[in-house]
């Protein structure tokens, strides 16, 4: 599920971010996202295709759409019916722009009102498992599919009347309609729409429906990969920065630091590299990262250590939101004092780069992704000052993580860094629930040092997402040596994913929970009580603040 690696004579794709001039021969399909919980999938699904691909609102400008000059549009389901007063509407612009158009579940009905046919309500509403029968086999959308394959649907209206040119492709049980298709012609590009939903899992066949769409009707190439990025991006980086200075804010994790890797491949010595040291790292972590970043990358880095700062103006603080917020800003501070210390010794920095991902920038409601609802504010999107002084590049924020990573191999970082666990911006504020402080942070880093050492001796490291325990602002009654004890609460959180869009908890050996229970009950004094978080993404997140 990551992209792929770059194959010896793969062309370079062009997969510049919006606002970049369009490169002439870039190949990218456009999602509109009418809502749905599925849209960033979608993105993903057609990725896996090896064909760049971008999530817009429904109602982007149309100017942004043609700048973009998509070789097809998706237009993603959403939760509205396409009768009702103020539901999303199709833009113009999709049907003007003469491009191969694939709706999935209300972009089909959408597409079925704007050009001549009608959406009711189901007699019966469908979700879950379906069984589709084909019924126009030499359809191009739906070639290589079984007779009858099964789908994954969720809907209450479907389409009653085909539009005028339109075909029934494929239908269920108790949908007479669940594709359907005009084929191209001299005049007009094929439109294509599925009742069903090929980006989720449940539809076995998906992907073939989905490369299907990119490669027969829109003419794409599968050029996009990890190399491909790689050299765009560089080639970006270069004309982007110039001869000027860049600063970038490492942590040791996996996207600052391949976010450093690409941009010292871009500009070499041009890079400084700041790790700040904001007391809310994980057990050992600060030593770990500066003896790889120097020793084992070669980068220029400076050291610092800031952590009493950053306890300072946390004191009292327990609203998450304001958390993050007060260590993005912490951060920027800290690297403009940098700066100025660095610009006497080296000459001037111009930007601050960043280690931003698309599901950053997603989860924080950006303007780019409007149609998300904010879930939480990332510390490098919501949580920067209005006044920074830094120009920011971020190269890897259309990126999910594990293209992230497969970028980190292509360029030759180690697999202790590719394959780290995603740690957060905040870092421990925000698995310290409530009030920050020295004691409680030093409880939940023997707590998360023991449970990560465990899962790393059992083998299983590898196989998950992210894996990280959590300080509850909870007391518990136990019994310890005869003794009643009034302690932490402290829970575990494992979890499996391809995007960290969506996440499921590991179903870990018992034994294995066993051993840290044990361990963290004997050796972490203060800690009488470990629960297990198992809860999925959604309709949890990730992190617990």
Not at 28 to 56: H, K, M, P, W
Not at 93 to 110: H, K, R, S, T
Not at 216 to 231: E, K, N, V
Request: net charge negative; hydrophobic share 40%; charged share 20%.
């Amino acid at each position: 599920m990551s992209l792929p690696a770059s194959p010896a004579t793969a062309p370079a794709a062009s997969v510049p971010p919006r606002g970049d001039a369009p490169a002439a021969d870039r190949e990218t399909v456009a999602v509109l996202d009418f809502g749905s919980q599925y849209s960033r999938l979608i993105a993903r699904r057609v990725r896996e295709c090896r064909v760049y691909c971008e999530v817009l609102p429904w109602d982007v400008p149309a100017e942004t759409l043609r700048a973009l000059a998509p070789r097809g549009i998706i237009l993603s389901g959403g939760p509205a019916s396409v009768y009702e007063p103020g539901a999303p509407t199709l833009p113009p612009a999709v049907l003007e722009l003469g491009v191969p158009v694939l709706g999935i579940c209300y972009g089909m009905q959408l597409l079925a009102q704007a050009l001549g046919g009608t959406v009711e309500p189901g007699q019966r509403r469908e979700f879950g498992h379906a069984q589709l029968e084909v019924v126009a086999r030499a359809a191009p959308l739906l070639r290589g599919l079984p007779e009858r394959p099964a789908v994954w649907m969720s809907h209450g209206d479907q389409v009653a009347t085909l539009p005028p040119g339109f075909e029934p492709l494929a239908r269920t049980a108790t949908c007479p309609i669940a594709a359907m298709g005009r084929p191209a012609s001299a005049d007009a590009p094929a439109v294509v729409a599925l009742q069903f939903h090929p980006e989720v899992a449940h539809t076995p066949q998906g992907l073939t429906v989905l490369q299907n769409f990119c490669y027969d009707l829109c003419g794409c190439s599968p050029t996009w990969t990890a190399g491909s990025f790689i050299a765009e991006a560089v080639a970006r980086i270069r004309a982007t920065v110039g001869a000027e200075r860049v600063l970038c804010a490492v942590s040791g994790g996996v996207d600052s630091s391949v976010t450093a890797a690409l941009i010292h491949k871009a500009i070499g010595d041009q890079l400084t590299c700041v790790f700040v040291d904001n007391g809310l790292l994980r057990k050992d972590e600060g030593q770990t990262v500066a003896r790889t970043f120097r020793e084992h990358l070669g980068f220029r880095l400076r050291h610092v250590d800031a952590g009493d700062e950053f306890l300072e103006y946390l004191s009292g603080v327990t609203d998450p939101e304001r958390k993050r917020a007060i260590v993005g800003e912490r951060f920027i501070r800290v690297f403009e004092r940098e700066a100025r210390a660095l610009q006497a010794e080296l000459g001037p920095f111009t930007f601050l780069a960043q280690g931003t991902l698309y599901p950053d920038v997603i989860e924080s409601a950006t303007p780019e992704s409007k149609s998300a609802a904010k879930i939480k504010t990332h510390h490098n999107v919501g949580g920067l000052p209005k006044d920074l002084a830094f120009t920011l590049i971020e190269p890897l924020r259309y990126l999910f993580k594990d293209e992230a990573r497969a970028v980190g191999t292509e360029l030759g970082l180690p697999d202790e860094i590719v394959w780290r666990d995603p740690f957060p911006g905040p870092g421990l504020s925000v698995r310290v629930l409530g009030e920050i402080t020295e004691e409680r942070l030093a409880v939940l880093r023997e707590v998360d040092a023991i449970f990560v050492e465990e899962i790393k001796a059992a083998g299983l490291y590898r196989g998950l997402g992210q894996v990280f325990a959590v300080l509850t602002d909870s007391r518990s009654t136990g019994v310890q040596g005869d003794y009643r004890t009034y302690g932490h609460v402290v829970a575990l959180r494992a979890i499996t994913t391809d995007d960290f869009m969506t996440a499921d908890w590991a179903r870990l050996p018992y034994e294995v929970l066993a051993r840290v229970s044990s361990r963290i009950g004997n050796e972490v004094k203060g800690v009488n009580r470990v629960v297990l978080d198992i809860t999925s993404k959604p309709p949890a997140t990730v992190e617990w603040e």
